[in-house]
């Protein structure tokens, strides 16, 4: 899998309040776009990319709708995620 980090307006994330600047796409080696989904790297909540590439959290319902392979493919990246916090309190 190829994980190359891209930059995208800084922002805070709405779930933990983080400085996000960068994405990585997870599924495919195009660029991040409007209407992708996302984890914050900080607190593993789920977002999407909106109109000039502003994050919003998901809510549960639209979790709940999403294709099982979509859903799936977050909740492998909120666990990437959490291992990424664990190393960092190391
Ligand atoms: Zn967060």
């Known amino acids: 899998m190829l994980w190359q980090n891209e930059q995208i307006a800084a922002q805070p994330?709405?779930?933990c309040n983080e400085?996000?600047?960068c994405a990585a796409p997870v599924s495919s080696?195009?660029?991040v776009?409007?209407?992708d989904y996302s984890v914050c790297i900080y607190?593993?909540?789920f977002l999407r990319f909106g109109s000039e590439m502003r994050v919003r959290l998901l809510t549960i319902l639209e979790v709940a709708e999403l294709?099982?392979?979509r859903?799936?493919?977050l909740l492998r990246m909120r666990r990437t995620s959490e291992r990424f916090?664990?190393?960092r309190q190391q």
Do not use: H, S, V, Y
Request: glycine share 16%; proline share 12%.
């Open 13 to 15: 994330c709405p779930g």
């Open 19 to 21: 400085q996000l600047d």
């Open 29 to 31: 080696e195009r660029a």
């Open 33 to 35: 776009k409007p209407g």
């Open 43 to 45: 607190c593993g909540c």
């Open 67 to 69: 294709p099982d392979e």
């Open 71 to 73: 859903r799936i493919g």
């Open 85 to 87: 916090r664990r190393e």
